[in-house]
């Protein structure tokens, strides 16, 4: 393998492992953000709904 060659290579792998990394960082983002979201949105439209009828 040429010099040329394993510096592709290289910059391949380092390709992969940047999409890799962004990858499961959105994963790590969504599997926090959504249930923190849905929980705010319930506790949202429980506190509109008790301000309304009881408030």
């Known amino acids: 393998m040429t010099q040329a ?3 592709l290579a290289d910059d391949k792998m380092r390709a992969v492992i940047a999409k890799l990394l962004a ?24 506190a ?3 301000k309304i009828f009881l408030g």
């Open 23 to 46: 990858e499961t960082k959105q994963i790590g983002l969504n599997t926090f953000l959504a249930p923190f979201l849905a929980a705010a949105g319930v506790m949202g439209a429980t």
């Open 48 to 50: 509109a709904l008790v």
């Open 5 to 7: 060659e394993q510096n």
